[in-house]
């Protein structure tokens, strides 16, 4: 065996020995708070539960949470992102391997802004039209007064000379596709510059929707996570806590055990859980370098895209304007002549 995959299984054994330990010690604080309750007489008294003493040890406890389950946090993401075998560590190795190969950063921005960013619009509008039951994604080729035509009544017409035949359609349908072909797409596109670098579920959404929206996934599932993982640790603590003893049989010693367990579970579980969102955390950073990845393969497995210079863009630019103000005249006109009709 080679020294690297030595090092590697070495690490391996290591993080899961951390695991074992932690979910041991749950377990084991667990089976003595089950041990206590089981042969000490314990009473849930729930008009404990608004008293001083309660909400100070509550108090207690919610602190013990909260920094435990922040430390762990801290410690799981760093401990994860320097291990090989982590997801983080292999999206940033494979991220790295794909970037040097993207040598014409001009030629690359060209490509996200008139091949990658189209190509998602035009998805996301299909996704749309199949919402409202069109499946002919041609349609959207057609003028505004042609798609009005198509309601209740089948037609044909000539796109890019080809005769093309269409089923007619309700009226909603048609208001529909007027609103996704005139519409704006409500999508927020990152600049180019963001597939490559790093400093920044099942998804049907396009890779520009989705890379858009980073920042906020990633604060949706820590502030997830954490509030759930803290419910769940506060509430079972505070059951915990609402234990009295029957202090006509025992002595206040027993009280200060039961204390210090519930204290002592609060901080064990807190810090397994908050090492788990150490861990989720990284794991939401490798899924958007994913990500990026494949917008450079994309890119970079194009044959057909040509670079343009400055000033054929410049050009192209005013070409599509031109075409767009045209496309938009006739519009008014037909419109103008069927408000007349």
Known sequence: MKAKDLTQNEKVRSLLNR??????????????????????PFIIDPHRWMTNEFLTDELIIGAIVIFSMVAAM??????????????????????????????NIFGFNQWIKKVLQPRDIQLIKERRLRSIGIDDYRVLELENSQIRALEEKACAYEINGEKRYFKG????????????????????????????SVKNLVDNRTISERSSDEGKKKSFYLARS?????????????????FMRDLSTAADLGTAFQKFLSRLWAMISSVFMGYLVGCQINDIDAEYIQMRITVQNMYLQDKDFKPLTQQEEA???????????????????????????
């Open 169 to 196: 359609i309700t009226k909603e349908q048609v208001q529909g596709i007027l609103k996704i072909r005139n519409g704006k797409i409500d999508i927020r596109f990152v600049e180019p510059e963001y597939y490559l």
């Open 19 to 40: 695991k074992v330990l932690l979910g041991a010690s749950s377990i084991l604080i667990c089976v003595v708070l089950i041990a206590v309750c089981s042969f000490v």
């Open 226 to 242: 954490i509030v759930g993982r803290l419910l769940v640790t506060i509430i079972t603590a505070m059951i915990f806590a609402s």
């Open 74 to 103: 801290f410690i799981g993401q760093a401990g994860n992102a320097f291990r090989d075998e982590s997801n983080i560590a292999k999206a940033r190795k494979e991220f790295f391997d794909t970037v040097k190969n993207v040598t």
């Open 315 to 341: 050009k192209q630019e005013f070409k599509e304007r031109v075409l767009q103000e045209e496309h938009a005249l006739l519009d008014n006109k037909s419109t103008q002549i069927e408000m007349k009709g």
